[in-house]
């Protein structure tokens, strides 16, 4: 059973489509996380939700829109697609309180965008 | 806000020899200190984590980190690495406290030469 599982794994599109990111984790977790690791393989946090609330919203093109229907999924909507968009999006889980606990991954899901 | 630097970006070393990879650490406030690691084409995994208490702590996989709070430093050992250590390692930190937004480090890629 995968723990935090990410659809699709692999998004290929063309600048300017809106295309969407799912993930559902199993574990229980109360806060779910995305992260975008560019190809120098840096990591960086875009958004958290604890329980369905957004807790954390990095400085992010207001062209990506998180949505959490409950605390098992968490979504992510990119609009108008841009080639600099291209990247690794990963979803993280944790249990209630977040860092301290750490983090469970998703596999990612590679977005390019041509 | 916390940052984390990651000494060297490659750290070749060969098989059943000892390795270290070096992180420091940027804080005013009391941190958590985390140590991932990314195998190819996966999400990250959490390997260990300082959050208080004994400066040693030991991980899975036969790794262990050291917390100085002196020199600021979250350091990286394992006594004999395998050629499945081949990965790329990230440290990461976050203030102490729930709800807190972890920042990674730029990554360590250990290749283990046979």
């Known amino acids: 059973d995968t723990a935090v599982s990410q659809t699709p794994k692999y998004l290929v599109t063309q600048m300017g489509n809106d295309k969407s990111i799912k993930c559902e984790q199993n574990l229980g977790h109360d806060t779910m996380y995305w992260y975008k690791q560019d190809s120098k393989k840096f990591l960086k946090i875009m958004f958290s939700?604890?329980?369905?609330?957004?807790?954390i919203n990095e400085t992010v093109p207001n062209r990506f829109s998180p949505k959490s229907p409950d605390k098992a999924h968490l979504n992510l909507h990119i609009n108008s697609l841009e080639l600099g968009d291209s990247a690794v999006y990963f979803c993280a889980s944790s249990q209630a309180g977040g860092a301290n606990y750490g983090y469970t991954f998703g596999s990612g899901t590679r977005l390019t965008v041509v | 806000a916390q940052s984390v630097t990651q000494l060297d970006s490659q750290v070749p070393v060969f098989e059943e020899a000892p390795v270290e990879l070096r992180c420091n650490y940027s804080?005013?406030?009391?941190?958590?200190l985390f140590w991932y690691v990314q195998y190819p084409n996966q999400g990250l995994q959490l390997l260990l984590k300082?959050?208080?208490?004994?400066?040693l702590v030991k991980g899975i996989n036969g790794f262990e980190a050291e917390f100085n709070k002196s020199q600021t430093s979250f350091h990286l050992r394992k006594p004999s690495v395998h050629i499945s250590d081949t990965a790329e390692y990230f440290c990461a930190v976050s203030a102490a406290g729930g709800y807190q937004k972890v920042t990674f480090g730029i990554g360590t890629k250990l290749q283990v030469i046979p």
């Open positions: 804080s005013s406030v009391s941190v958590y």
């Open positions: 939700y604890n329980n369905k609330e957004l807790i």
């Open positions: 300082y959050l208080s208490g004994s400066t």
